[in-house]
């Protein structure tokens, strides 16, 4: 057996930080989904057949798949050009995409409120103009959240992006061009394949994150369109069930988990480049 | 590089690009004007809503208190995630698969189940102590060190991995203890890890709402929490004028950063 070095030591802070502050808790949270408000797993059948609770579950799932499609092909297009495009073009791109990357979502969220509420400013514009007679309801419903999410979202999408598209190989692009393939065809059928592990990654990067997001739907939402976190939260704080609050938390970490094992073998064969 | 993108792919671009830009310019307006609601300025522009920044307590309170906490959390987080990242890079314990997981666990999970983890911790300790607890600084300065440290981690990890192995294997042939060889022969090759691992959890504490909104209520009111309040309530222009003071100094220290990149890569 090998003698553990005195340099291990160096590892206990953090891990015993994280075992005290994170997983004893969440053992904690566990337990109060099989204890309250009585011994059971009554709250984990509430969590998987109660009809609002699953309407909640399945409306996450809808918007986080619509958001995760939207911001990856968004996402996809700008860092085409931050990874390709001329110095001016590449300089241009990467501040839009760092700047809202740095900026809170708070603030953000804030900044389509202001677009989009029935007084913000595109409906002022549009009925000046005299586009609309009345005022268009852009927040407050599922358009508004899943803008304000994919907003979010294009930055985190762009990283991994950006990574697998530098690793394209020029001169593969060239011969097909060379060949006789269109701009196009060369973009659908060479490029967009090379790059298919990125677009993989990012996906499941921002569906994972797009999953436990509070604050956005929160805001823009405006209370009618209420999502896992949502829930949770309001389970905690506003009509207290803290059971239900836990399983659905514990639920929740488990499809996570779930997703990121997925991520893991996706990135392993591809190995470390 | 030949195959530059086509026209076409940086028209969709540039609409994207606005697309992300909008939302950060939207707020500009707002933010002057006159009226007490969620509005344009129609004519004349007003200051209101900044001067009410400085007139109301609240914001400075909170404007401290995001402070005192982002230093306390990110030096805290920062200082354990340099020690576990040494002890990784050192020491190359065979679990390290295991202890990573570990370490970055908080980064992973959704963000709301760190959120009630949290609240569960803090409410715990409340019971034996009135100072590390629920709705206090200290406790939102302890949970905020559990969401940002795997931040670190991965910063000082990945400074660690371009650090040449066979440097501090040749001060170890020569004599040096751990001590020495952390301070001598390590830390110096990833100072720039370090401090940026030490700008990023402040940041990120900075901004922290998600887990702050579980484990606070009415005391330790961080400027975002205070953000939130007047976003939920009654849609408060002072949180545009409030917004458009941190855009700036988002985008000026971007901007900031980018020019002395450009001369730096000129030089």
Redesign the interface.
Known sequence: M?AI???????V???G???L??????L??MQ?SVTLPEPGLGQYETALTDPLVLSVFLRTLRICLVVTVLSVA?AY??T??WV???PA?R??????????F??????????????L?T???LN?WMQAVGILSEPLMMVRNEFGVIVGMA?FL??FAAFPLASAMRTVD?RV??AA?GMGAS??R??FQVFVPMTASGIIGAGLVVF?FA?????TP??LGGGRIVM??EL??LR??QSPNWGL??AI?VV??VF?GGL?ALLMRQARPSGPK | ??????RL??C??AI??V?????????I??SFTPKR????PEGEWSLRHYRALLENPAWAKGLGLSILIGVLSSVFATT??L??S???W??R??YTGL?MG??L??M??????????????LI?LSQYNSFVAFDTWAGVA??H??MI?PYA?VLITVALAQVDRRIDLAARGMGAG?MQRIRHIILPNIRFGVLSALLLTF?LSW?E??VT??ITSVDAVTL?RL??MG??DN?DPA??AI?VI??VI??T???LK?IGQRKGGNA
């Open positions: 090998r070095p005195r340099s291990s030591l160096l590892l802070p953090l891990i930080f994280m075992v502050a994170y997983l004893v808790p969440f904690g949270i109060w968004a297009m700008v085409l050009i390709r495009g001329t073009q300089l241009a791109i990467e501040l839009c995409i760092l700047i809202p740095w900026i809170s979502v708070l603030t953000r969220a804030f900044g389509w409120l202001a677009l509420s007084k913000g400013i002022t907003h294009i930055p020029e692009l060239l061009r701009r196009t060369t973009f994972v999953l436990g997001f509070f604050v929160a805001i896992a976190a949770i939260y905690i704080f609050g836990a938390s929740m970490m996570v990121l | 590089m030949m195959t530059r993108p086509g792919a940086v969709i671009a994207i690009a697309f992300l830009l909008m939302p950060l310019i939207a707020v307006p707002v609601f969620l509005s344009l354990l995630a020690l576990f040494l002890g990784i050192i020491a314990p065979r202890l570990i370490a666990l908080p992973v999970a959704p963000p709301v189940v760190s959120a009630l983890t949290l609240y569960f911790f715990t302890l949970a060190s559990v440290a981690v751990l940041v901004e709402i998600g909104l579980f975002p953000m939130w976003l939920r849609i949180i545009a917004s941190l855009i988002v985008v220290a971007i901007l980018a």
